[in-house]
């Protein structure tokens, strides 16, 4: 299995500028951002990144959350995704 990993920051539930996840496609994206800001998906049913994430069947993931808001609306998460193969 191959890892990858992706430190991220977000501001008001949305991924901060600088930040990216090239594997998701631009809708993908926008449910990303509308599931941090809100807890809800595009359909209103409540997730967590993790289980957006690995509903999307791109690889294995685990979503940290290395900061959590302190009044600033930023929060800081790692990213593990796991691949198949070397």
Request: hydrophobic share 35%; aromatic share 12%.
């Amino acid at each position: 299995m191959h890892l990858e990993t992706y430190h991220i920051v977000t501001q008001s539930g949305r991924l901060a500028y600088g930040c990216e996840l090239k594997f998701l496609s631009e809708d993908e994206l926008k449910e990303f951002n509308k599931i941090g800001y809100t807890g809800k998906n595009l359909n209103e049913g409540k997730e967590t990144y993790e289980h957006f994430l690995n509903r999307l069947n791109l690889g294995v993931f685990a979503v940290i959350q290395t900061k959590y808001d302190s009044g600033d609306l930023t929060e800081m998460f790692i990213i593990v995704r796991g691949l198949e193969g070397d």
